[in-house]
């Protein structure tokens, strides 16, 4: 599955998709012309409060266009100039101190390369406007499936699609550190206004408990080097998606964060394996369960030991076993044969539910996206991004 990450990426594919349908059908000299062509962009930002609309000097005004992003202050002229960008669709966005951040796209065409300049204008409104109302929330995220606490999703971009009785436009802004947010929109001054509130995607590490990864071979009970674990997954989180993408995770009973390995078996034996490990009520263990045996016979002292991991807390447990005149681990484990015993040192503190290492399952994300507000009001409008919806690698 793939997943598109931002409006830059989609814009791309578009122009690359329109590129490829051009050569398929005949590509042109004028196509390779335009493709060869730039144009000088300039953005004037001015301020919408003001009766004058006088322009907005020091305003930041990021450009991004195929992947690529600049970002120029705007002068006294409230000019911001992007020289030389190519055909194709782009997107901007424009803060400046006691103004809404705002953003939007547009598309330069062979016609305005023709014209050697495109110019837009971007009216900011100011933050001290009569018609405003306030939207604020909290964005958590899940990046450690191993708690039962939700994460904060920080510096993720919230977008509002504001439909104004002047036309529809879309104001922007980031959560702090905590994962909050609030901002002012401008609204309709005599009439309801509908909002709808978009929240960005964005890609970053998850802690997670797995048994294995996808493109692992293997598995403990085949394989007692591969290990059950946590580790950091690059996971996607984003809202906008629908249910055929939401990506599991290993259930709470499927990750062991509890097992016992074996010493290995003499070079002609088979190897030993512990699939269960028993823990009391106070965390000591007490008791372990064979898949198989092996086979030790040759074993050099007779001792075989058991190391106990814990990927959930505990220490201090020891199992040695003495084969005695059997070369069966298990059978000399209970004692079966002539001089086989064991010592079992239970420790302290182990997880006493085994299969419990990802405290949480799959979280689809959830939001509320559609607002209808008035001049003044505060809306609360929370979101959370669930467990991710996207990992490259696939863990079991």
């Known amino acids: 599955?793939?997943?598109?990450?931002?409006?830059?990426?989609?814009?791309l594919l578009v122009v690359l998709a329109t590129i490829v349908i051009s050569c398929k059908d005949q590509f042109t000299?004028?196509?390779?012309?335009?493709?060869?062509?730039?144009?000088?962009?300039?953005l004037y930002i001015v301020n919408q409060s003001d009766p004058v609309q006088g322009p907005i000097n020091g305003a930041t005004v990021i450009f991004s266009q195929n992947g690529v992003s600049k970002?120029?202050?705007?002068d006294a002229t409230g000019a911001a100039l992007f020289p030389k960008i190519k055909v194709g669709d782009f997107i901007y966005s424009v803060a400046a101190t006691n103004f809404i951040s705002t953003a939007g796209t547009g598309s330069a065409s062979s016609t305005n390369f023709r014209e050697g300049q495109m110019t837009i204008t971007v009216a900011?409104?100011?933050?001290?406007?009569?018609?405003?109302?306030?939207?604020?929330?909290?964005?958590?995220?899940?990046?450690?499936?191993?708690?039962?606490?939700?994460e904060v999703a920080g510096a993720v971009d919230v977008f509002f699609d504001v439909y104004l009785n002047s036309g529809q436009r879309t104001f922007t802004i980031k959560t702090d550190a905590s994962g909050n947010y609030l901002m002012k929109v401008p609204v309709n001054s005599t009439s309801t206004t509908t909002i709808v509130v978009r929240y960005g995607d964005f890609e970053t590490n998850q802690t997670i408990a797995l048994n294995q990864y996808g493109d692992e071979t293997g598995s403990f009970t085949t394989v007692?080097?591969?290990?059950?674990?946590?580790?950091?997954?690059?996971?996607?989180?984003?809202?906008?998606?629908?249910?055929?993408q939401y990506i599991n995770i290993p259930s709470a009973f499927n990750v062991r964060s509890l097992y016992a390995i074996v010493d290995a078996a003499p070079a002609a034996g088979t190897l030993a394996i512990i699939n269960g490990v028993t823990v009391n009520s106070s965390g000591q263990i007490t008791d372990v369960s064979f898949l198989t045996g092996g086979n030790y016979t040759g074993d050099a002292d007779g001792k075989v030991n058991v190391t106990f991991t814990s990927l959930d807390g505990g220490s201090g447990a020891t199992l040695q076993i003495?084969?005695?005149?059997?070369?069966?681990?298990?059978?000399?484990?209970?004692?079966?044969?002539?001089?086989?015993?064991?010592?079992?040192?239970?420790?302290?503190?182990?997880?006493?539910?085994?299969?419990?290492?990802?405290?949480?399952?799959?979280?689809?994300?959830?939001?509320?996206?559609?607002?209808?507000?008035?001049?003044g009001t505060i809306t609360v409008a929370n979101g959370d991004y669930g467990t991710g919806i996207y990992r490259p690698r696939q863990i079991f």
Not at 71 to 74: A, I, L, N, P, S
Not at 128 to 133: G, H, I, P, V, Y
Not at 357 to 368: C, D, E, G, V
């Open 1 to 11: 599955m793939k997943r598109t990450f931002n409006i830059v990426a989609g814009a």
């Open 29 to 42: 000299e004028q196509d390779a012309l335009n493709a060869q062509q730039q144009i000088d962009l300039a």
């Open 71 to 74: 970002t120029v202050t705007t």
């Open 124 to 150: 900011m409104i100011s933050t001290s406007d009569a018609d405003l109302a306030t939207v604020k929330g909290t964005l958590t995220v899940d990046t450690d499936a191993t708690n039962l606490t939700r």
């Open 224 to 244: 007692p080097q591969l290990l059950p674990r946590k580790d950091v997954v690059k996971t996607l989180f984003s809202m906008s998606t629908d249910g055929s």
């Open 322 to 375: 003495t084969l005695g005149n059997n070369s069966n681990v298990q059978n000399a484990y209970f004692g079966l044969g002539t001089g086989a015993s064991k010592v079992l040192v239970g420790g302290s503190g182990y997880p006493t539910s085994n299969f419990s290492l990802n405290k949480i399952s799959t979280r689809t994300p959830s939001a509320r996206t559609l607002l209808t507000v008035t001049k």
